[in-house]
Every structure is written in structure tokens, then in C-alpha cells.
């Protein structure tokens, strides 16, 4: 499927994987925060309404190892949507992984392109580290 998007990931390798534990409690402990319905006026366009939804969940361990949070966002500008994102933050022994694909395809159905998303992001947690 041809759709428009763009992958951003960073990665850590820590100490341990103890290490890496306490880190993702901590991501865990601040989840809650990640939870957002609402909209706000354009800061350099006060004529642009934007709105977001971000709906945050377990990413249950993968066939890699991988485990982690999940976190889909759905972006309106002016009721006309803007973007569809899917994020995760993952462990694996001593690594934590955030990976992020943004797709802007205006026509498909968001849970279409949240499918596609996370099959991208899949396909990047196939490749050994």
C-alpha cells in the first residue's frame, strides 16, 4: 500500500537489562499522561482549530522479544484529518527502542493506516539489533 508516512526511531542500549526495567517503569508511571482527547486554536494561525486524540496501551511481547507500550494519536486540523500515528516504546534485555511512524494519507480509514503503521514498525523490530 502506498501510503505517505515517516519513520522516526532512537534507541539505548543501558547498562542492564535492570537497568532498562527501571526506565520502562518509569515510562509506565507517566502513560497515563499520554492519554489526551482535545483541541487547541493554531499558536500562529488562531483561524486553524487543532484537535488530537492519543490513546495509549500494552504492546504485549512479540515473537523478537520485544515488550513494551503502544501509543496510537489521531491528528484533525479544522475537523480534516492531519496525520494517524502509531508509537511504541519497547525493551528487549538492556535496549529500549522508541520507533514512531506518522502517516499523512488523507483518504484511508484511520484503523487502516494504523494496521499499515505498525506493520512498518513490525518489519523494523525483525531486523536482529
Not at 480534516?80 to 522508541?98: D, F, K, M, N, Y
Request: hydrophobic residues 35%.
Amino acid at each position: 500500500m502506498p501510503y505517505k508516512g515517516h519513520l522516526t526511531q532512537q534507541g539505548w542500549v543501558l547498562p542492564s537489562e535492570a537497568a532498562a526495567s527501571a526506565l520502562m517503569k518509569q515510562v509506565t508511571r507517566r502513560l497515563p499522561q499520554c492519554r489526551y482527547n482535545g483541541s487547541a486554536s493554531d499558536p500562529v494561525d488562531p483561524t486553524r482549530r487543532i484537535s488530537g486524540i492519543s490513546n495509549p496501551k500494552t504492546y504485549e511481547p512479540d515473537a523478537f522479544g520485544w515488550h513494551g507500550h503502544q501509543i496510537e494519536q489521531l491528528m484533525n486540523v479544522n475537523g480534516e484529518r492531519a496525520s494517524v500515528s502509531t508509537v511504541l516504546i519497547l525493551q528487549r534485555g538492556p535496549v529500549v527502542l522508541a520507533l514512531d511512524y506518522v502517516n499523512y494519507t488523507e483518504k484511508a480509514p484511520a484503523q487502516t493506516l494504523r494496521t499499515y503503521n505498525l506493520s512498518v514498525l513490525r518489519r523494523v523490530l525483525a531486523h536482529p539489533a
